[in-house]
């Protein structure tokens, strides 16, 4: 049995401790994406976060996710939280049923809130992490607005790149590296 | 809304980032400090789902995915609360569960343990918690499972959740876990939270909530991070 670590029950504020974290483990998709992965029950998001024939300026994200040796994490799941006022969008995706174990997001680009950068939040999950990590997506061609922006400030210069998407044909790819001479930043929000 | 921070996650009772005895965070873990930002707009709100249209049995895994007949293993009930630190119920938000079914076998295809599958089980549910901030799944006890881990690993038995909660700040993900369960102690995953989260995250059997002729009662509370204002919105 457990060792009894305390007398006291753990209470805090009004409402007690928060309740920890565990791993999102690797048999999330059949729970979370599982009409991404085919499995036989609806799915509460997925990786539409619009309908690209409704939106002349649908963008498609993607990206990899990698680990401390620089192999791509074939099962991590990704969240993207877009408010920028005006719209409110979800989207999730989980890196195992691309080819290339990408995540793919078909989205519209959010505008700048109060001359902020434009930026969508981004939920990292996977086995491995014991409690996820938040990070930043930012758009190279907002060039002006990011040099000026009050987070991207706060990040130390020489890590800013890794929260700045690249353009693509049709869209932006973001890559995550989770450790490493460029491990992305992740925030204490 | 406009002067409301969010309190940051409570290092005293979640994981650290890097657990090595959970041999995966070696390689995943952030190595950098994290970077602290002030909250905006996107982390003072997150998804509502209030336009998703749950089904009728998605809070119940012994009747979501029956094929010709009942799952087997023990019936249970899951019910508890989500509130948040200072104590202020969070109604109408998604909570997700999955879980292996009572031989310790995920229908994931990654799964390869050898332990059979249940034609009449899934192992997945969600449900919307009501205006107190309620929540209830019928579903069956997990049994436990081997893993990789180390020699003759086993996972305790456990239900996986997901919340959201107010906003971005409040999502979480964790595992809950049962009274007694021996192989508690030898998780590395469960022993990555500090000695004072530990017991959080253990249900309670509750007598109370059982059903009579019916499913065994366990009580599992939450609680999401909370905020400075103590006054509840109107
Ligand atoms: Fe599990």
Sequence with gaps: MLENTSNESPHRGLGGYQTPSQTVGPYFAYGLSSEQYLYDFKQLAGNQMVNPIDEKEAITITGKVFDGEGVVIPDAMIEVWHNDG??????????????QNRFIF???????????????????????????????????????????????????????????????????????????????????? | MSNIIYNR?????????????????????PTKPLVVIKQSLNELTGPLFGDFNLGSLDHDLTKNSVK?????????????????????????????IWQANAAGRYVHKVDQHDAPLDPNF??????????????????????????GNHY????????????????????????????????????????????KGRELLISQF?????????????????????????????
């Design chain 2, 9 to 29: 996650f409570d290092e005293e009772v979640h994981p650290p980032r890097l657990s090595p005895d959970y041999k995966s965070t070696v390689l995943r873990a």
């Design chain 2, 68 to 96: 010709n007949g009942e799952p087997l293993g023990e019936r249970i009930v899951v019910h508890g609360r989500v509130i948040n630190e200072n104590g202020q119920p969070i109604p109408h938000t998604l909570i997700e």
């Design chain 1, 106 to 189: 078909h989205t519209v680009k959010p505008t700048s809130v109060n001359g902020q950068a434009p930026y969508l939040s981004i939920i990292v999950f996977m086995r491995g992490q014991l409690i996820h990590s938040y990070t930043r997506l930012y758009f190279a061609d907002e060039a002006e607005l990011n040099s000026k922006d009050e987070v991207l400030n706060v990040v130390p210069e020489q890590r800013r790149s890794t929260l700045i998407a690249a353009k693509t044909a049709n869209g932006y790819h973001f890559d995550i590296w989770m450790q490493g001479e460029n491990e992305t930043v992740f925030f204490d929000i």
């Design chain 1, 86 to 99: 005006e719209k409110q969008l979800f989207g999730r995706f989980g890196t195992g049923t691309d080819a």
């Design chain 2, 152 to 195: 003759n690993a086993w996972r305790p038995n456990h239900i996986h959740f997901s919340l959201f909660g107010a906003n971005i700040t409040n999502r979480l993900v964790t595992q809950m876990y049962f009274p007694g369960d021996p192989l508690l102690q030898y998780d590395p995953i469960f022993l990555g939270v500090p000695p």
């Design chain 2, 206 to 234: 509750d007598l109370s909530i059982t059903e009579p002729h019916f499913a065994l009662g366990y009580r599992f509370d939450f609680v999401l991070r909370g905020h400075n204002q103590n006054v509840q919105a109107p």
């Design chain 2, 122 to 147: 899934l192992g997945a549910g969600r449900c919307m918690t009501d205006e107190n901030g309620n929540y209830k799944f019928y579903t069956i006890k997990p049994g436990a499972y081997p893993w």
